[in-house]
């Protein structure tokens, strides 16, 4: 789903954004839309033994602790660039009120810097019981790890605050000059946060009820699903600015 959806926008993405100036928001979204297909990629492509069948000069077992680590890191930064982004475009349907900024921004900064703390500690805690088995040629956990505290600081709570502050936004009625951004945003930005909203609350209940066998029975998907979202959210709101 994620490569067929980046070969759909690549023409909107040369049209909108490569050609727009160059800028730190740019750089966000590209590193979003590179970065996360290449991780999956490459995760797929070591966890599940495939370095190894090919007589790579690698250790499994390095391979899973190293690459489980390293998806998780990469997915986390994503996660927070992409609430970042979503922040600036908020301040810009808000016209840059300075008490705005002032409350959303201390607020995303403890929010991902709690992020930054709980995925240490997940990162640390699950290493011990990471092992490679031979016969599925996978990498797996021998016990489950506390995930909560990885999706549940700065996710649920930084969306939520998102999300009531766009609504907050559209009961006080914007300026007319970003009308058209504005339906966009609601639109989009509703379908935005109901998606990866709704997937990531399931990746948080599948990691405190699923069996061990299957913790990360949606990682990838909810992962790919979330940064289509994001990707057709921003591309709709360059369009409309």
Not at 28 to 55: D, K, M, S, W
Not at 76 to 90: A, D, K, P, Q
Not at 209 to 237: E, H, K, Q, Y
Request: net charge positive.
């Amino acid at each position: 789903i994620l490569l067929w959806d980046h070969f759909l926008t690549l023409h909107d993405e040369i049209e909108l954004i490569w050609r727009a100036q160059l800028s730190f928001p740019k750089l966000l979204f590209l590193f979003n839309r590179y970065a996360v297909p290449t991780c999956l990629i490459v995760l797929t492509y070591v966890v599940r033994g495939q370095a190894n069948e090919r007589g790579l000069p690698t250790d499994s077992l390095q391979s899973c602790q190293a690459w489980f680590g390293v998806g998780i890191i990469i997915g986390m930064v994503s996660i927070g660039t992409s609430n970042f982004l979503i922040l600036l475009r908020l301040w810009v349907l808000w016209d840059r009120r300075t008490r705005l900024v002032i409350v959303t921004l201390p607020l995303f900064l403890i929010t991902q810097i709690t992020a930054i703390v709980c995925t240490t500690y997940v990162v640390s805690s699950m290493m011990p019981f990471m092992i490679f088995e031979p016969y599925l040629q996978s990498c797996m956990l021998t016990q489950k790890v506390n995930f909560v505290v990885l999706w549940a600081p700065g996710v649920i709570v930084f969306e939520v605050m998102i999300f009531i502050t766009t609504w907050w936004n559209a009961l006080d009625q914007p300026l007319s000059q970003h009308t058209k951004m504005t339906k966009v945003m609601y639109r989009d930005g509703s379908i935005y946060f109901f998606v990866s909203g709704r997937l990531r609350l399931l990746n948080l209940i599948l990691s405190i009820i699923s069996p061990l066998s299957l913790i990360f029975l949606g990682v990838f998907f909810i992962w790919s699903a979330c940064n289509v979202t994001l990707t057709r959210l921003i591309i709709n709101l360059r369009r409309a600015a």
